[in-house]
Antibody, heavy 119, light 111 residues
Framework: EMLLVESGGGLVQPGGSLTLSCAAS????????MNWVRQSPGKGLEWVSS????????YYADSLKGRFAISRDNSRNTLSLRMSNLRAEDTAVYYC????????????WGQGAVVTVSS | QSVLTQPPSVSGAPGQRVTLSCTGN?????????VHWYQQIPGKAPKLIIH???KRPSGVPDRFSGSMSGTSASLAIAGLEAADEGDYYC???????????FGGGTKLTVL
């Protein structure tokens, strides 16, 4: 079974930093592009960032460039999202998501990590 | 405001067929980028139900079908069941934004 398990969520003050991690299992992690998608309370889905299977290319939503950094460690089957200068509007559930081969569809989702930015 | 436009809500009686729409523009759906659909039950992670416009992942009933035309896409659900209640999101790629984009979601109510 393909599984993604996020960790590292929590409460952080405005302006603070947080790093989310995602542990992958049940598939060949190093052969798939990976993503982060977030969902603010009561709102819809928002794509955050993507990284190619080698980690050689990264992509970000325009509104997040410069504050968020995606990375991966294929030797540990782990995806990360470093978030800095956090704002109240970054409060959301952050999902670790796997690309479906050959498409930009997201076929495996983690359970989500809750990030709350508040003083 | 989402790049892809979906109606906020749609409803239907058990057994009926409903259609959910997703409207984009020339930078996304109209440019030929594939559309994917997700079902989200409250409190759960989204689930992929249609990819590449009209393909169903293994395990998704054939009551779910997708289509697209021009700058729009549609998800049809036949033989509505109470378990189909939830939020449905469309997704595509936008060349002007260089990233994936989602619709705002449609809440499906089974009467």
């Amino acid at each position: 079974e393909m599984l993604l398990v996020e960790s590292g969520g929590g409460l952080v003050q405005p302006g603070g930093s947080l790093t989310l991690s995602c542990a992958a299992s049940g598939f060949s992690f190093a052969t798939f592009a990976m993503n982060w998608v977030r969902q603010s309370p009561g709102k819809g889905l928002e794509w955050v960032s993507s990284i190619t299977h080698t980690g050689g290319n990264t992509y970000y939503a325009d509104s997040l460039k410069g504050r968020f950094a995606i990375s991966r460690d294929n030797s540990r089957n782990t995806l990360s999202l470093r978030m800095s200068n956090l704002r109240a509007e970054d409060t959301a559930v952050y999902y670790c998501v796997k690309d479906l081969t050959g498409t930009r569809a997201f076929d495996v989702w983690g359970q989500g990590a809750v990030v709350t930015v508040s003083s | 405001q989402s790049v892809l436009t979906q109606p906020p809500s749609v409803s239907g009686a058990p057994g009926q067929r409903v259609t959910l729409s997703c409207t984009g523009n020339s930078s996304n759906i109209g440019a030929g980028y594939d559309v994917h659909w997700y079902q989200q039950i409250p409190g759960k992670a989204p689930k992929l139900i249609i990819h590449d416009n009209n393909k169903r992942p293994s395990g998704v009933p054939d009551r779910f079908s997708g289509s697209m035309s021009g700058t729009s896409a549609s998800l049809a659900i036949a033989g509505l069941e109470a378990a189909d209640e939830g939020d449905y999101y469309c997704q595509s790629f936008d060349s002007s934004l260089s990233g994936s984009v989602f619709g705002g979601g449609t809440k499906l109510t089974v009467l």
